[in-house]
């Protein structure tokens, strides 16, 4: 019998906007018989140690990683970084500014808020976020509780999106920057969910195009919640423009039924997985 290993390359903790801690994270993925765990927290990497902690004495490996938030031709665009050395100074110190520029932002969107009439959205969304991160996430839950919506999904949908009360366009790092950063830290930079951007053809050619020419080598081919057909899509791309294939549930929350750790569609044979000169 051929035991297949379970990767799951993405997924957020309590330190981006995740609702698991790292260890509470840890656990579920044991519970799901994932064999190799990539934290990808939004723009930073408090959870890694405590991830780490949380694996010993388990079969279980743990991959240090995270999602970095980029703006190209004035999309946002997520790029993750797999392998990464934490401690690498560059990497981090593009991470804090990122985390300062959600900082200003998260002022801005509760001003735009507030014109709407929803007062006290910053020390709300607050509440609901690490010492690290503050994303839109923790503003949704905020007007969740306030009841001015009756799901995040709902929240993102009526206020936090384009043309949207509480939208401010992001700023984030550039392509090059962020697929630099991980690359100098020894990591392998990946693109998150080419998919969910909605770009045309051409433009996605044009995006891996960029990322290629900056060092980066991988995208995601399986992610969780995805139309099969979606899937052999992206593993044609990804053999068309000779990259390495990832996978990921980019699981955040237990509350979200449709996403789960660890259960994620096969990955195409057609495919060069990732992690095929990883030794662990
Ligand atoms: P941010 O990086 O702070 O702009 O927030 C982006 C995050 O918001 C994503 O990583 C998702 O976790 C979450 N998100 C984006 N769109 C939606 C949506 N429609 N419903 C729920 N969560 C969303
Ligand atoms: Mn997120
Ligand atoms: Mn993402
Ligand atoms: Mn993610």
């Not at 260890?23 to 408090?46: C, F, I, P």
């Not at 980066?216 to 068309?240: D, F, Y």
């Amino acid at each position: 019998m051929v035991v297949m290993t379970c990767y799951d390359l993405h997924c957020h903790s309590t330190a981006s906007d995740g609702s698991l801690s790292p260890a509470a994270l840890v656990a579920r993925a044991l519970d799901n018989e994932v064999d190799v765990l990539a934290l990808t927290d939004h723009d930073g990497t408090e959870g890694i140690v405590a991830a780490q902690q949380a694996v010993q004495g388990s079969d279980m490996t743990l991959i240090a990683g995270v999602e970095i938030s980029v703006t190209w031709n004035g999309a946002t665009i997520h790029i993750i970084g797999l392998n990464v050395d934490i401690e690498n100074q560059n990497l981090q110190q593009g991470l804090a500014t990122l985390r300062s520029y959600r900082s200003t932002r998260a002022v801005e969107i509760a001003k735009r808020l507030e014109k709407s009439g929803i007062t006290g959205a910053y020390d709300g969304a607050r509440k609901y976020a690490s010492e690290v991160m503050l994303g839109r996430v923790h503003f949704a839950k905020f007007l969740v509780e306030q009841g001015h919506a009756k799901s995040i999904n709902d929240v993102f949908k009526r206020y936090l999106v384009r043309n949207k009360p509480g939208y401010v366009p992001g700023d984030w790092a550039t392509l090059a920057d962020a697929v630099t950063w991980i690359t100098e830290a020894g990591g392998q930079a990946v693109i998150a969910h080419p998919a969910r951007y909605k770009l045309t053809a051409t433009k996605l050619g044009r995006l891996i195009t960029d990322f290629k020419n900056a060092g980066g080598v991988g995208m995601e081919v399986v992610s969780g919640r995805q139309h099969p057909e979606e899937i052999k899509t992206l593993a044609r791309l990804a053999n068309k423009f000779e990259l390495m294939a990832s996978c990921g549930s980019d699981f955040h929350t237990p509350d979200n039924n449709w996403i789960e750790l660890g259960r994620l569609q096969p990955m195409p044979e057609i495919c060069t997985p990732i992690w095929q000169n990883w030794t662990q």
